[in-house]
C-alpha cells in the first residue's frame, strides 16, 4: 500500500485510494496504525453512517471533514492518541486525582 497512507499527516492533504467494494475500502481505511479522524462521502447518508460505525477511528464524519464543538469529544486511537478532549472527557483526562490521609 502507499507510504503516505501509513502517516499520520497533518495538514490540508487528502489520501484517495481506489477501492474494489465496501469491505475492500474498509479494509483499506483501517489497515493503519493511527486512527484520529476519518470521514465517509456519499448520498446514502444511512449507509454512510453504517460505514462509519466501522472504522477505527477517533472520530469519523459523514459528508465533511472535521466538526469540532466543545461539547464533542476530540481524540484518537492506536498511535494517534488515548482518551478524549472537551467537555465531560476532558474533566476525566485532566484531572490528577490526590488522596491524603
Not at 501509513?6 to 487528502?14: K, S
Not at 478532549?85 to 490528577?96: G, K, S, V
Amino acid at each position: 500500500e502507499s507510504e503516505a497512507g501509513q502517516e499520520e499527516i497533518f495538514g490540508p492533504v487528502v489520501n484517495v485510494f481506489k477501492a474494489k467494494d465496501e469491505e475492500d475500502a474498509l479494509r483499506i481505511t483501517n489497515a493503519t496504525e493511527f486512527g484520529l479522524m476519518a470521514s465517509v462521502w456519499t448520498e446514502d447518508l444511512e449507509r454512510g453512517r453504517l460505514f462509519a460505525e466501522r472504522i477505527n477511528a477517533g472520530m469519523t464524519f459523514v459528508n465533511k471533514h472535521m466538526e469540532s464543538e466543545p461539547a464533542f469529544p476530540f481524540g484518537g486511537i492506536n498511535r494517534s492518541g488515548f482518551g478524549r478532549e472537551n467537555e465531560r472527557w476532558a474533566l476525566r483526562e485532566f484531572t490528577n486525582e490526590h488522596l491524603v490521609r
